[in-house]
């Protein structure tokens, strides 16, 4: 059965802060790994990955993937209030998504 | 439209009732996915079409739930003698194809009481 684990399930910091998100999988015929932010019900798309070792970045937020150790991690340098959310890291393959249980970040001013 | 649409954005209905959740996905986009959230727990895979077809509904957790895409756009979601445990998110997610990202709806909650 695929399988995604993230950690921590929750993290308070205060704005300016920077924040590691870690995402380990185990799934057959993996195809990509997608980040996605949620603050109300609307999951919304991050990054995707596919290949090991490239960084995929916007703004902030930043994230790369490791096949060999099936993980992942998301980053977000200097943190605000309005990156608190839960964010969701999922495994493709191909036909659905494996969702971890998020991470719950919380920034406060 | 410019996004997935999804309607009713809340539910309520009594156990034992008959629900349809209607998903809108972003046009052109051929490859559809229901998925179920519970408070505190990431989505939950329910179906995935290709088309008009269903390529994967390995994950409808019994035959009360039923799921249509007629003409290979809109969707609708049926769950039939709702129960009290049905109560949850349901998300809808459209892509291009299914190696691309998939973008999800505001989802609808449903609440069975």
């Known amino acids: 059965e695929d399988k995604v684990v993230q950690s921590p399930l929750s993290l308070v910091v205060h704005e300016g802060d920077t924040v590691t998100l870690n995402c380990s999988y185990e799934v057959t015929n993996f195809r990509s790994l997608l980040w996605y932010k949620q603050e109300k019900k609307a999951p919304t798309f991050l990054f995707m990955l596919t290949s090991s070792g490239i960084e995929k970045k916007s703004g902030r937020l930043s994230s790369i993937l490791d096949k060999k150790e099936l993980f992942s991690i998301l980053n977000i340098t200097a943190t605000q209030t309005g990156d608190s959310a839960i964010y969701l890291c999922a495994s493709s393959s191909g036909s659905r998504l494996t969702f971890g249980e998020g991470t719950q970040l919380t920034v406060n001013p | ?110 609440t069975v009481v």
């Open chain 2, 1 to 110: 439209g410019a996004g997935v649409s999804q309607t009713p954005s809340n539910k309520v209905t009594e156990k034992g009732k008959y629900v349809e959740l209607r998903c809108d996905p972003i046009s052109g986009h051929t490859a559809l996915y229901w998925y179920r959230q519970s408070l505190g727990q990431g989505p939950e895979f329910l179906i995935y079409f290709q088309g008009t077809g269903a390529a994967d509904d390995s994950g409808l957790p019994n035959d009360r739930f039923f799921a249509v895409r007629p003409e290979g756009s809109v969707s609708t979601l049926k769950i039939q003698r709702t129960e009290r445990g049905d109560s949850a998110v349901y998300l809808c997610a459209s892509s291009s194809d299914r190696n691309t990202e998939a973008f999800f709806g505001q989802g609808t909650r449903l």
